[in-house]
């Protein structure tokens, strides 16, 4: 099992930036890739970013180089800079791990609010 622990989000002005994190614990050495996931009210939930352990990287298309994904040396813990963020961003990002076997483990979400 693994357990994925969430920290940052809140609210943030229109064109402000951000920083959301994310660790991993429990059979971590399973895992073959981590990431962010959002879902807006209403809408579905999208990739927003995912990193594997080869550190290849993907990004969801509405990110239009706004939003950087990267991980500690270590591999457990990600972390999602956000940057220029609009009302549109506005949502819960969820924490998102996945082993090699397609298993898939979620955290708590975090709610990203852009507003004046």
């Known amino acids: 099992q693994v357990v994925l622990m969430e920290s940052g989000g809140g609210l943030v002005q229109p064109g402000g930036s951000m920083s959301l994190s994310c660790t991993a614990s429990?059979?971590?050495?399973?895992?073959?890739?981590m990431g962010w996931y959002r879902q807006a009210l209403g809408k579905q939930r999208e990739l927003v970013a995912s990193?594997?352990?080869?550190?290849?990287?993907k990004y969801g298309d509405f990110t239009m180089g706004r939003f950087a994904i990267s991980r500690d040396s270590v591999g457990n813990t990600v972390i999602l800079q956000m940057y220029n963020l609009q009302p549109d961003d506005t949502a819960v990002y969820y924490c998102?791990?996945?082993?090699?076997?397609?298993?898939?483990?979620w955290g708590q979400g975090t709610q990203v609010t852009v507003s004046s």
């Open positions: 990193i594997t352990f080869a550190d290849i990287i």
């Open positions: 998102n791990a996945e082993e090699a076997t397609d298993a898939m483990y």
């Open positions: 429990g059979t971590v050495h399973r895992l073959y890739a």
